[in-house]
């Protein structure tokens, strides 16, 4: 089944560590996303890529980096730069070509701070 | 600058009934999408219903239907005929062009409904 797999559902990071967010998806899309929700809110952008090997900032991008090194795999990193890291983040996907096109989501995964 | 703005943090309707939610957007590209998505307490994200900047007519899904009145920046959901397995989060986004070639969508706040029985 076509589908965009997030890994790991639930991750705990320590003081001072980097942790990575995997997002692969098997849906031939070009663009990629990477939001974060905190509780009871919205979802804010924090990278976005179009094609593989580039990528733009979204709203909220401090602290977190990101690769596109594969058009299949787009790997989120949170870095100890970002002092408040627990949320809800979401992976999803679309074709790049339009306003009409939808996102495809992943299952997200839940990140806590030890 | 808030750009989709859903003024209803918390929404209760009665099964059965309808139920309108409210969402607002900000934007001067003339080409643009609106999308509502349903976030049950899983934690998935169901696209429900599609509204393009250009489409005269409100777009309907089943029992979804989207009030699209695009002077006001208005984009509201209404949902009929309310089920209990309707109780979730709701957001409205817009889509549109991101100025490098290619295309973003930004969220609401989002509208938590419950449903009675």
């Known amino acids: 089944d076509g589908g965009i797999t997030q890994s790991p559902k639930y991750l705990f990071r320590k003081e001072g560590q980097n942790v990575t967010l995997s997002c692969e998806q098997n849906?031939?899309?070009?663009?990629m996303y990477w939001y974060r929700q905190d509780p009871g809110q919205g979802l804010r952008l924090i990278y976005y890529?179009?094609?593989?090997?580039?990528?733009q900032k979204g709203d909220i991008a401090e602290g977190y980096s990101v690769s596109r090194e594969k058009k299949e795999s787009f790997p989120l990193t949170v870095t100890s730069a970002q002092k408040n890291p627990t949320a809800f983040y979401l992976c999803?996907?679309?074709?790049?070509?339009?306003?009409?096109?939808?996102?495809?989501f992943g299952s997200g995964t839940q990140l806590s701070v030890l | 600058a808030q750009k989709i703005t859903q003024t209803q943090p918390g929404m209760f309707v009665q099964e059965k009934e309808a139920v309108t939610l409210d969402c607002t957007y900000d934007?001067?590209?003339?080409?643009?999408?609106l999308f509502w998505y349903k976030q049950p307490s899983s934690g998935e994200m169901i696209f429900l219903i599609y509204?393009?900047?250009?489409?005269?007519q409100n777009a309907t899904e089943g029992r979804y239907s989207l009030n699209f009145q695009k002077a006001r920046k208005s984009a509201n959901l209404v949902i009929s005929a309310s089920q209990l397995g309707d109780s979730a989060m709701y957001f409205c986004?817009?889509?549109?062009?991101?100025?490098?070639?290619?295309?973003?969508?930004?969220f609401g706040a989002g509208t938590r409904l419950f449903v009675k029985a």
């Open positions: 986004a817009m889509r549109e062009g991101a100025g490098t070639g290619g295309f973003k969508t930004i």
């Open positions: 509204q393009g900047s250009y489409d005269e």
């Open positions: 934007t001067s590209d003339q080409s643009y999408g």
């Open positions: 999803a996907s679309s074709t790049a070509y339009s306003t009409n096109e939808k996102l495809f």
């Open positions: 890529s179009q094609i593989v090997n580039d990528f």
């Open positions: 849906l031939n899309h070009d663009a």
